[in-house]
């Protein structure tokens, strides 16, 4: 499948200020970029970085006054979509170092105070059957609602409140599948039929030694997504992250299927 995506961003700041902007489309297996291009407004001091779990880039700059970003590119995706409910776990011990990482609990995520609720309710589960079981609970059990959540939104706070958006599912799903002892993380993506139009979060969880999309949201699969960036929760996925003092002023997101 073929992405076409544009996404714009519209900030205003008052004094010099230091920003990590991560909307670039990751290079790895599975999705081939056909080309893509940043463009912004006058910056300062320009670099891109690598992004968590070496995967993706990210770009510091320093921005003054009205900053504009767009970010345009064609990506053909190729990712395999395998059956995950019929994939096995691997026991913790038997981990790499890479995956070990994200089996831990995390600012959004503290998966050690769901374990009791897993094991209560998902009792005769496991390894990818487990997760899709999950999947599929938070699925029909929550309910998408744009604003109900915000920036230290926990995932302990969406299971509270059974609602909010892309990221708090995603939130969820983390914290539940890493109580299960899998490692899980998120991933920020373009993806099409997401409503409304944003950067879309979702989750990988790690079985049979690889990493495998999963959309607790039911919006997108993983043969539509263009991975940007992974991380262990929203804070090291951010699409921009400014050290100081910023005034959003507007942000679009448009992908297209040819």
Known sequence: MTLSIEATLSYRFDA????LLQVEVARMSGQDITSDALFTTRVDGFRRVGGEAALGKRAWMRA?????????AEVEVTRPVPDIGALEATAPRSLTAEATSFLMPSRYCPSDEFQSFVADDFPDLSGGALVMALRDWIETTFSYVPGASGSTTTARDTFVQRQGVCRDYSHVLIALTR??????RMAS???PRVDPPDFHAVTEVWLEDAWHLVDATGMACASEMAVIGVGRDAA??????SFGWAEFVAQSVTVRTD
Do not use: K, M, N, W
């Open 16 to 19: 010099p200020t230091d920003l």
């Open 64 to 72: 003054d006054g009205q900053f504009d970003a767009t970010y345009r």
């Open 179 to 184: 109580a299960a002892g899998i490692p899980a």
């Open 189 to 191: 993506v373009y993806a």
């Open 236 to 241: 090291e996925v951010s699409f921009l992250s």
